[in-house]
């Protein structure tokens, strides 16, 4: 009878992730203090359960006491500026990505995912909102996300979780959005005072728009000057796993931000060499694309634009590296099965096509982003899902997943059902994404993909062309994927496929009228082309004395002139 109630204990606290087979309570509380040695408390940061739970009361579990089923863990991984098409699994020669295609042999893929914006702070707000950008109020770069906002954080804080933000989270403000921990650069910076990095900071200054193109994007292909261990993502793994060993008795939520593979294109010391220039090549132009290529891209040489390439998939193969830490932190804690992984780009990123470097635009290159999701004792490893899918499709899938209820407001479809392979589970017919500093909206369905824009606004984003053309007012774009996937050719004044157009700017309209409500609706009486200019407007609410330019990451040790911006005039439509 003591033996079975013993195992019996034994169960319950290895199903609540309490102990690891064989671990001892010292070994547990030991793990815990030196996690906290390690990083350091956060300024500002609750103490952990770690420190302050009663931990003895993980052995006292009552053995004939009724069970009540414990919800998953979740864990949401974002990268930043990671574009689908330089995914090893996606079918790029590089292989970059090992562990980010491994992580999706454990899981479901989805092939063809997109963000609901191309800039990170309204694609990440609106990706742990579940609501489009323009509903929840963030369309630009610099909007803080409001302190109201329905967060994964607040929903999940809500039912019982330990809400955990580490990394970059872009909420361009102090509220923590219901996460009850969050460490960012700040505890980072500290630990670097604190801990000086093997070899010296030798971190050097970025000034986009300000320096040449070569220069932040770092043709040259530099190193961050720091050592791996110095890097702010292993800081940020280290957090993670201290949470990963915390004794608790809730479920956690936990988001883990990285700052990689964005320009400049961090990646450490050890890194440097990983790839070379000469193995890239220069995607050829249109004469199209040489009219609206950006000014700042247009003198790049073809080796600079090779540097570029290079530097990127360099921090991109570093992120990888950084992931496959993390997961295999997760995995040694004994909460794999337990945990939902959910993995995404904040947006895509093009390296040379069409002749930019950036995202702000509706090449698929752009608009086309990782979504991996795994949870090993509910979902079948393997699945390749090809089905079409938005970013605002995640929170609703998770709260689905984890037996949370769905509030009111959100605008993404439940992916749980193509997760699980049922016969009749679909993804959308329509996908849509939103620019306001262009003032410009994407549609695409199965094999469309129209863009509309207002032709009224003066650019405020650094990618003026260099013979600015006078504001064209409404344009159409539209592209066959499946015959012209380089997007290359516009149909969009073709008769042939005015019906398609027709079909695809419709959808647009509906789904900006359905998710236009309160004060974000739309104004009746308006026409459809004025309807949709009119959703188009960035009108993102900003305090007063609110600066225009955000700061930048004090990783990148910015001088006072980091982040300015030469106004840009708006290339005019075809």
């Not at 830490?325 to 780009?345: E, F, K, P, Q, W």
């Not at 004395?545 to 300015?564: F, I, N, Q, V």
Request: charged fraction near 25%.
């Amino acid at each position: 009878m003591v033996d079975g109630a013993r195992r019996r204990s034994r169960e319950i606290k290895n199903r609540c992730g309490l102990i690891s087979s064989g671990a001892s309570l010292f070994c547990l509380c030991l793990a815990a203090a030196l996690g906290y040695a390690i990083g350091g408390k956060s300024a500002g940061e609750p103490e952990s359960p770690a420190g302050g739970a009663d931990e003895s009361s993980a052995f006292t579990a009552a053995p004939d006491a009724p069970e009540t089923p414990r919800k998953p863990n979740i864990l949401l991984i974002i990268g930043d500026d990671h574009a689908a098409w330089t995914l090893g699994s996606m079918g790029d020669p590089r292989k970059a990505t090992p562990n980010l295609d491994r992580l999706a042999s454990q899981g479901v893929l989805f092939e063809r995912a997109y963000c609901n914006a191309p800039v990170c702070t309204p694609s990440r707000q609106s990706l742990i909102t579940g609501t489009l950008p323009h509903a929840v109020g963030v369309t630009q770069l610099m909007t803080a996300l409001p302190d109201g906002a329905a967060t994964l954080g607040v929903l999940a804080a809500r039912r019982g979780y330990e809400t955990v933000a580490i990394g970059k989270m872009h909420f361009n403000g102090p509220s923590r959005h219901g996460f009850a921990r969050r460490v960012d650069l700040a505890e980072w910076e500290r630990r670097l005072k604190e801990d000086p990095p093997p070899g010296g900071d030798h971190r050097r200054p970025w000034h986009p728009f300000v320096d040449p193109a070569r220069l932040w994007l770092n043709a040259d292909c530099l190193d961050a000057g720091l050592a791996a261990k110095a890097m702010s993502s292993t800081f940020f793994i280290e957090r993670a796993a201290r949470e990963f060993r915390t004794s608790r008795k809730t479920p956690f939520a936990m988001v883990v931000g990285f700052y990689e593979p964005h320009s400049p294109f961090r990646f450490p010391t050890e890194w440097t060499g990983r790839y070379s220039p000469a193995g890239f090549s220069v995607p050829g132009l249109t004469a199209f694309d040489r009219r609206e290529q950006p000014e700042v891209f247009a003198d790049l040489t073809s080796g600079e634009i090779r540097g570029i390439q290079a530097a990127y998939f360099t921090s991109l193969s570093f992120l990888d590296h950084q992931i496959g830490r993390l997961m295999d932190a997760l995995d040694s804690s004994g909460l794999a099965n337990d945990t939902i992984v959910v993995y995404v780009g904040d947006n895509g990123y093009l390296l040379g096509q069409h002749g930019r470097f950036e995202k702000h635009c509706f090449y698929e290159q752009a608009v086309r982003v990782p979504l991996i999701i795994r949870w090993p004792s509910q979902i079948a490893a393997g699945r390749r899902v090809n089905d079409l899918v938005e970013l605002v499709d995640v929170l609703p899938t998770v709260l689905a997943l984890a037996g949370l209820p769905r509030p009111e407001g959100l605008h993404g479809i439940d992916l749980s059902p193509l997760l699980r392979g049922e016969p009749n589970a679909r993804g959308h017919d329509v996908v849509y994404s939103e620019y306001t500093e262009n003032e410009e909206a994407m549609v695409r369905d199965d094999r469309y993909k129209l863009i509309v824009g207002s032709g009224a606004r003066l650019r405020e984003d650094g990618y003026k062309t260099r013979n600015p053309l006078p504001l064209p007012g409404p344009y159409f774009r539209l592209y066959d994927e499946q015959r012209d996937p380089g997007e290359t050719h516009d149909l969009s004044a073709e008769p042939a496929v005015a019906a398609v157009r027709e079909h695809l700017l419709e959808r647009m309209y509906e789904r900006m009228k359905a998710t236009s409500t309160g004060k974000h609706a739309i104004p009746a009486g308006l026409a459809r082309l004025d309807a949709i200019a009119w959703r188009l407007k960035p009108r993102d609410p900003r305090p007063p004395g609110e600066p225009k330019k955000l700061a930048l990451p004090s990783l990148l040790k910015p001088t006072a002139r980091t982040g300015d911006a030469r106004p840009a005039v708006k290339p005019s439509g075809p």
